[in-house]
C-alpha cells in the first residue's frame, strides 16, 4: 500500500492533502491455464494408430497408447492432470466391468472443465452413452464405421486430404471397407494400393507391441501424411511379421483344439489377435478363439472371431461372460476380445461354446 506524503505549505497555515490509499501490489489469484491436449487410443490395431494420428493432426497434443486392460490405468493417469484441457478416447470400447468407473471418471474431468470427446465403434450399453451425454461427454458413436473413419468425418475440416487414406486403411484392417462411409473412402483410391498399404502398416504394428517409442513414432509419421511405404523399413519389417504367421499355420494345424461350435488354441510365442484367424479358418467352425497367457497380470488376453456365417454377436456375449468370470471384454459382432483371470480360461471357453448356437 502506498500513502502519498503531506506537503507543507510556505503560510503559516499547514494544509494537508487527504491520504489516498491505492492497492497496487494486492495478491492475485494465478489460475493454472490448462493447455495440454491428449489422446488416450488403442495401441493394438491400425484403427486406434491412425485414430490417433488423425487426432493429432486436428490438434496437436500428445498420444497415450494402450491396450484395453491398460485403458482405466491411463485414464486415472490423466485424470490428475491439472494442465489437461482437451481429452479424446479413441477406439477403446468398455465392458460392463469398467463403465461405471469410466463414467465416475468423465464426471470428475468435467467438472474440471476438461473437455472430453469418446469416440468408438464398439457395442456399448446405450444407458453409459446416455450419462455421458447428460454430464456433456462428446459422444461419436457408431458401430457401422471403424473409429478412424468417425474421426475423419467429425473433423475432417481440420485434415488435410491425405488423412482419407489414413482413414481407408483403418477401415480395411478392421474389415469395415464395405461399410457406408469407408466403402466411399477406399473408392478414391487403387484397391491393391490400399490394401498392400493396409497389410504393411499393421504388421509394423503388431509386431512392434513391446516397443511403445516405435507406436508413437507411427502415430508422428501418419500425423505428418507419410504413407506407410515411406516410413524406413516398414516393407521389410512386414516380410519378417509374414514369414512368422507362415509358421503359424504349422503350429495351428498342429495345436488347435475343437469344440462343437469353436476352435481354440493358446497361443504361446506370438500374439493372440494374429493367430485367431487361423484357428477359425483352420477349425472348420464359425467362430475361432486364440488365448495367451500375461504372466505379468495372471490374466489370459484372449481373441474372438467370427465367419460370416456367425449369427450371433460375439462382443455381447463375451462382455457378458467375461465379466461374470472377472475379467472384462466386449467388441464387435464378429471381432472382439476378452481379458480372463488365469484360473477361469477353460470355463470361459466352455461356456463361448455352449451360447454359440
Given at each position: 500500500?502506498v500513502v502519498?506524503?503531506?506537503?507543507k505549505s510556505?503560510?503559516k497555515?499547514?494544509?494537508?492533502k487527504?491520504?489516498?490509499?491505492k492497492?497496487t501490489?494486492?495478491k492475485?489469484t494465478?489460475?493454472?491455464?490448462?493447455?495440454?491436449v491428449?489422446c488416450i487410443?488403442?495401441?493394438?490395431?491400425?484403427?486406434g494408430?491412425?485414430?490417433?494420428?488423425?487426432?493429432?493432426?486436428?490438434?496437436?497434443?500428445?498420444?497415450l497408447?494402450?491396450d484395453?486392460?491398460g485403458?482405466?490405468?491411463a485414464?486415472?493417469?490423466?485424470v490428475?492432470?491439472?494442465?489437461?484441457?482437451?481429452?479424446?478416447?479413441?477406439?477403446l470400447?468398455l465392458?460392463?466391468k469398467?463403465?461405471?468407473e469410466?463414467?465416475?471418471?468423465?464426471?470428475?474431468l468435467?467438472?474440471?472443465?476438461?473437455?472430453?470427446?469418446?469416440?468408438?465403434?464398439?457395442?456399448?450399453?446405450p444407458?453409459?452413452v446416455?450419462?455421458?451425454?447428460?454430464i456433456?461427454?462428446?459422444?461419436?458413436h457408431?458401430?457401422n464405421?471403424?473409429?478412424?473413419?468417425?474421426?475423419?468425418?467429425?473433423?475432417?475440416?481440420?485434415?488435410?486430404d491425405?488423412?482419407?487414406?489414413?482413414?481407408?486403411?483403418?477401415?480395411?484392417t478392421d474389415?469395415?471397407?464395405?461399410?457406408?462411409?469407408?466403402?466411399?473412402?477406399?473408392?478414391?483410391?487403387?484397391?491393391q494400393?490400399?490394401?498392400?498399404?493396409?497389410?504393411?502398416?499393421?504388421?509394423?504394428?503388431v509386431?512392434?507391441?513391446?516397443?511403445?517409442d516405435y507406436?508413437?513414432?507411427?502415430?508422428?509419421?501418419l500425423?505428418?501424411?507419410?504413407?506407410?511405404?515411406?516410413i524406413p523399413?516398414s516393407?521389410?519389417?512386414a516380410q519378417?511379421?509374414v514369414?512368422?504367421?507362415s509358421q503359424?499355420i504349422?503350429?495351428?494345424?498342429?495345436g488347435m483344439k475343437?469344440?462343437?461350435n469353436?476352435g481354440?488354441?493358446?497361443?504361446?510365442?506370438?500374439g493372440a489377435?494374429?493367430a485367431?484367424?487361423?484357428?477359425?479358418?483352420?477349425?472348420?467352425?464359425?467362430v475361432?478363439?486364440?488365448y495367451k497367457?500375461?504372466?505379468?497380470?495372471g490374466i489370459?488376453?484372449?481373441?474372438?472371431?467370427g465367419?460370416k456365417n456367425?449369427?450371433?454377436?460375439l462382443g455381447?456375449?463375451v462382455?457378458?461372460?467375461?465379466t461374470?468370470l472377472?475379467?472384462?471384454?466386449g467388441?464387435?459382432?464378429?471381432a472382439c476380445?476378452?481379458?480372463?483371470p488365469?484360473a477361469?480360461?477353460k470355463?470361459?471357453i466352455?461356456?463361448?461354446?455352449?451360447?454359440?448356437?
Open positions: 500500500m502519498s506524503k503531506t506537503k510556505t503560510s497555515k499547514t494544509t494537508v487527504k491520504t489516498v490509499t492497492k501490489n494486492a492475485k494465478v489460475t493454472k491455464q490448462r493447455t495440454k491428449i487410443s488403442h495401441k493394438e490395431d491400425a484403427d494408430i491412425s485414430s490417433a494420428a488423425l487426432i493429432r493432426q486436428a490438434f496437436g497434443g500428445d498420444a497408447l494402450v484395453y486392460p485403458q482405466m490405468d485414464l486415472r493417469y490423466v490428475s492432470d491439472e494442465k489437461l484441457k482437451s481429452l479424446y478416447i479413441c477406439d470400447g465392458s460392463k469398467t463403465q461405471d469410466f463414467v465416475d471418471i468423465m464426471t470428475t468435467r467438472k474440471n472443465k476438461v473437455n472430453v470427446t469418446y469416440i468408438d465403434h464398439h457395442d456399448i450399453d444407458t453409459v446416455k450419462s455421458l451425454k447428460k456433456k461427454v462428446k459422444v461419436i457408431d458401430t464405421e471403424c473409429t478412424t473413419v468417425q474421426v475423419y468425418a467429425a473433423f475432417k475440416s481440420k485434415l488435410d491425405h488423412a482419407s487414406f489414413v482413414a481407408t486403411c483403418a477401415a480395411i474389415y469395415m471397407e464395405d461399410r457406408p462411409l469407408g466403402s466411399k473412402l477406399l473408392q478414391i483410391y487403387d484397391r494400393f490400399a490394401l498392400i498399404s493396409a497389410t504393411v502398416l499393421t504388421y509394423n504394428i509386431g512392434h507391441q513391446k516397443e511403445p507406436l508413437l513414432y507411427l502415430v508422428e509419421e500425423a505428418d501424411s507419410k504413407f506407410p511405404h515411406d523399413n516393407f521389410e519389417f519378417i511379421q514369414e512368422k504367421l503359424m504349422a503350429k495351428v494345424k498342429k475343437t469344440m462343437k469353436l481354440h488354441m493358446e497361443i504361446l510365442d506370438a489377435s494374429g485367431v484367424n487361423f484357428v477359425m479358418g483352420l477349425s472348420g467352425k464359425d475361432g478363439v486364440a497367457e500375461r504372466v505379468d497380470h489370459y488376453a484372449v481373441s474372438v472371431r465367419s456367425c449369427k450371433v454377436h455381447r456375449i462382455n457378458i461372460l467375461a461374470d472377472g475379467g472384462s471384454g467388441g464387435h459382432d464378429k476380445g476378452a481379458v480372463i488365469k477361469k480360461i470355463k470361459f466352455t461356456e463361448l461354446n455352449k451360447k454359440i448356437n
